[in-house]
């Protein structure tokens, strides 16, 4: 059964910074050894993403999550931008 979305789970952080996520969320987002993920920094948030899903999804998803609970978008959005001049994304 696929992780609902929204789903917590507890990783460790171990020797050299190596992170395990769990099985469920590799099998549902298809992820394999050697794949590269996008970290961005949303301000204490960590937001771990699979390279070819879009920003500007990912910006509106968080969005919406942000606002259900009162937070800003200030420093989520000056993170985004960052991400799109270094990888090159317009808009």
């Known amino acids: ?13 171990a020797r050299r910074g190596v992170v395990t996520l769990p099985k469920p969320i590799r099998e ?10 996008t970290l961005i920094d949303l301000d204490g948030v960590l937001l771990l993403s699979p390279r070819e899903s879009r920003i500007d999804a990912l910006a509106d ?3 919406e999550e942000l606002e259900a609970r009162g ?9 985004l931008r960052q991400e799109r001049e270094q990888h090159g994304q317009r808009g």
């Open 1 to 13: 059964m696929s992780p609902k979305v929204g789903t917590r789970r507890m990783v460790r952080v």
């Open 28 to 37: 549902k987002y298809h992820l394999h050894e050697g794949d590269v993920l």
């Open 61 to 63: 998803r968080i969005r």
């Open 71 to 79: 937070e800003t978008l200030e420093s989520m959005l000056r993170t």
